[in-house]
């Protein structure tokens, strides 16, 4: 059961910490915030999934929140492992989200320089729904469609044919967690039709990380950035067990609620925001955020 707060103990910190009647800020449950920790916010993780970047009246809404904080302290990641860094930082900008592309990230980066780490050199058969070879570019890493060192898998999509070439080629293989929203960490109780799953148990041994390590969502991804969690606030419209991490590191999470989430679902899960609010306005209002000048 979910710790709330009463109505009145809710009405005072708002007014408390932001000065800003209830009426003006829907904020739907504060947990665990700290009276100082307004003040020290230095930085902003934000996750870039569909529905921020096709619902055009949330992105109104986050532009507006954008502009009242520094682009140096905002970072954009994302779950989806078919885009390189460069697609989603075009995508950003051209949705008029300013941003820095070194505050950028992807799981696919992320990956492949884990596997950098294991060999010096290496070529790769992408399995791939879009195509999207920039972080392997970045990387300076090589395709090879007829003699390739590993095949990396970039999506759950797998077809016949893809499964004919992994079958066909005894070399290792790669995919990152993200593919999967339980991380993978419960495959025998799944009952979805998952042909991940049957690469797990079928050529484990040819799996480079046979349970691959949340290395996108720990204290590792942070030191990447070089910056503090316990100074950071993580902002998403969807919870999962990820999250859990980030918030034990000390990171302050938000959950924005958006189309088939709602208060009630929320409430009924069994994760823990720490903020619950129904839009950016809302936040800014909360945060006491005024406009960068």
């Given amino acids: 059961m979910k710790k709330l707060w009463g109505e009145a103990d809710f009405y ?102 884990y596997c950098k780490s294991l060999y010096n050199k290496f070529t790769i058969y992408p399995i791939s729904d879009t ?62 039709d998952c042909c991940l799953k049957y690469i797990k148990t079928f050529y484990k041994n040819r799996l480079i990380i046979s349970d691959p390590p949340p290395l996108y969502n720990s204290i590792y991804l942070f030191k990447k950035l070089n910056i503090e969690t316990r100074d950071t606030m993580v902002t998403t419209d969807f919870l999962r067990d990820d999250y859990i991490q980030f918030q034990r590191s000390g990171c302050k999470l938000i959950l924005l609620l958006r189309d088939k989430l709602t208060f009630e679902n929320y409430l009924k899960s069994p994760y823990e925001a720490d903020i619950v609010t129904d839009s950016f306005e809302n936040l800014s209002y909360f945060l006491n955020l005024k406009e960068e000048v």
Avoid: Q
């Fill in 12 to 113: 005072r910190k708002i007014n408390v910490e932001t000065s800003v009647p209830w009426e003006f800020s829907r904020i739907l449950l504060i947990r665990n915030w700290g009276e100082t920790m307004l003040h020290n916010l230095a930085n902003f993780v934000f996750y870039i999934e569909n529905t921020l970047l096709k619902d055009n009246e949330l992105k109104k809404d986050y532009l507006e929140f954008i502009n009242k904080v520094s682009l140096d302290r905002c970072y954009f990641f994302t779950h989806n492992c078919d885009i390189s860094r460069k697609s989603l930082y075009r995508i950003l900008k051209s949705n008029g989200i300013a941003c820095h592309f070194d505050n950028v990230l992807t799981p696919a980066y992320f990956l492949l320089e």
């Fill in 131 to 192: 195509k999207d070879w920039g972080d392997f570019h970045l990387h300076n890493i090589k395709i090879d469609y007829n003699n390739p060192d590993l095949i990396f898998i970039s999506t759950s999509h797998i077809t016949n044919d893809d499964l004919k070439i992994i079958n066909g080629f005894n070399v290792p293989m790669v995919f990152s967690s993200n593919l999967c929203a339980n991380r993978f960490y419960n495959c025998d109780m799944c009952k979805n």
